[in-house]
């Protein structure tokens, strides 16, 4: 009876080794699939609006690891704690979201690299038409416009987009007649078509905060893109007219293409032809 209970004891205790042993192992090719497929970048535990000294939320834990999979990492995503000593937050940063090197700098800057002879812009851009928010800072980026049928533009507004002569003719043309060679006494012209210009070929960003990515699909959630372009003043009058005229569209230029390109880039009735004149 007792060898009985001795093999009964043996028997159990090697059970449960073996039920330790799966466990262990398990847990290790889930922790070696997780690595593989991961990577640890860091994130804040609260909110930090923009302007914010990052050094005294170190020293209080704020920032903590997360795993994201490896195809939702964001472009210059903060890895270590080391690059957020010294920085100041320069664009809010969200509550458990990866941290862009884009919102971070050594103290804060009003010009952010603006260059001279040019004004910095702030621009608000939804989804899609922001290019689904994968655009970084220093990215150069075309800026569409589409102006819709019945839009109903000011010979003052009009100026942006055309020369003296061309709105002469834009508005003869609108008016039903030949052509003037002085002003005309319509100062509004009713767009009789949809159009699509090229409204800025290329502009380079300065700074971009974009929707927080989905650390569960790896993918940017909705929402707005906020940017700060560092633009040639007449572009940037041209932007502020089409901003509360038209419809905008952003695309992304290749790494090797910061001058964008020469074609006007009209989608479907040629601008010329939607107003009567040539371009």
């Known amino acids: 009876m007792r060898s009985r209970g001795l093999v009964v004891a043996i028997a159990v205790v090697l059970a449960v080794l073996a039920a330790v042993g799966v466990i262990v ?4 090719v889930r922790e070696t699939a ?10 804040s535990t609260q909110d930090i609006q923009a302007n914010t000294p990052l050094d005294p939320l170190i020293a209080q834990g704020v920032f ?3 795993q994201v ?30 941290i ?29 038409a922001a290019v689904n928010g994968i655009v970084q800072q220093g990215d150069n980026i075309p800026i569409y416009a589409t102006f819709r ?17 061309q709105i002469n003719k834009a508005f003869a043309q609108a008016l039903g007649g030949a052509p003037t060679t002085g002003s005309v006494s319509n100062n ?27 650390t569960t699909s790896g993918r940017t959630a909705s929402g707005a893109s906020i940017f700060v372009l560092n633009m040639d003043p007449t572009d940037a009058q041209e932007l502020i007219f089409a901003t509360d005229h038209a419809t905008l569209y952003l695309g992304l230029l290749p790494p090797d293409n910061k001058d964008g390109y020469t074609e006007p880039g009209t989608i479907g009735v040629p601008f010329g032809k939607v107003i009567g004149v040539s371009k």
């Open 25 to 28: 192992y398990t847990s290790n």
């Open 34 to 43: 997780v690595n593989e497929n991961t990577t640890t970048v860091l994130a």
């Open 64 to 66: 903590q690891p997360i």
């Open 69 to 98: 999979p490896n195809s939702g990492v964001v472009p210059g995503a903060v890895t270590s704690q080391s690059e957020l000593e010294g920085q100041t937050a320069v664009a809010p940063i969200y509550q458990n979201e990866q």
């Open 100 to 128: 862009p090197l884009a919102r971070i700098s050594v103290g804060v800057s009003n010009t952010y690299g603006v260059d001279p002879g040019n004004i910095g812009i702030g621009l608000e851009v939804q989804g899609q």
């Open 149 to 165: 049928r019945g839009t109903l533009v000011t010979k003052q507004g009009l100026k942006v987009l055309l020369t003296p002569a």
């Open 188 to 214: 509004v012209f009713q767009v009789q078509t949809d159009f699509t210009i090229a409204l800025v070929p290329t502009v380079e960003v300065l700074a971009v905060q974009n929707p927080p990515v989905d």
